[in-house]
């Protein structure tokens, strides 16, 4: 890592988290962006580019792209900081949790097959739990991509986590 400038490490000691800026991607790694504010460079973590799962940022962002993000954590120590993408958009649990409650039914997508069961997605940036024992040991016959009707069976609005069952 190259040595700051003390007009970089006053730059950095000036930003608050909750701010807003203007940024520019500069670059990628596997678990996020770097952005580039004024004359600093920061994260952006792939949990704070959108609600919902990010696998690979380069899928979310092209390099040079222009992007409002919020200040969310300021190290003055280390002199660095990280932004985030999505703490601009509605969440959506918040409008998922005032529409929806335990025993609804409701339509979702396997996004992912673990050992355990199926991770579905259910609206952009929500996703639930279809355990095997929902699936009667038929969790091989699923395949990514099936859309299912289902239930919501337990509704844990403090961890944000759905289970789902048939």
Known sequence: MKKLTEAQIRFIDKL???QRANAIVTGFADFGAFVSIGM?????????????????????????QK??????EVDREKHRFTVGLKQLLPDPWERFLERHKEGDSIA????????????MEVVPGIEGLLHNSELANNSELMEEGQALELIIRKLDANDRKLYLGL
């Open 108 to 119: 979702a997508t396997a996004l992912l097959r673990k050992e355990f069961g199926w991770v």
């Open 40 to 64: 600093v460079s920061g994260l952006l973590h792939n949990r704070n580019i959108k609600w919902g799962r990010v696998d690979d940022p380069k899928n979310h962002l092209r390099p040079k």
């Open 16 to 18: 608050e988290p909750g």
């Open 67 to 72: 992007l409002e993000v919020m200040i969310l």
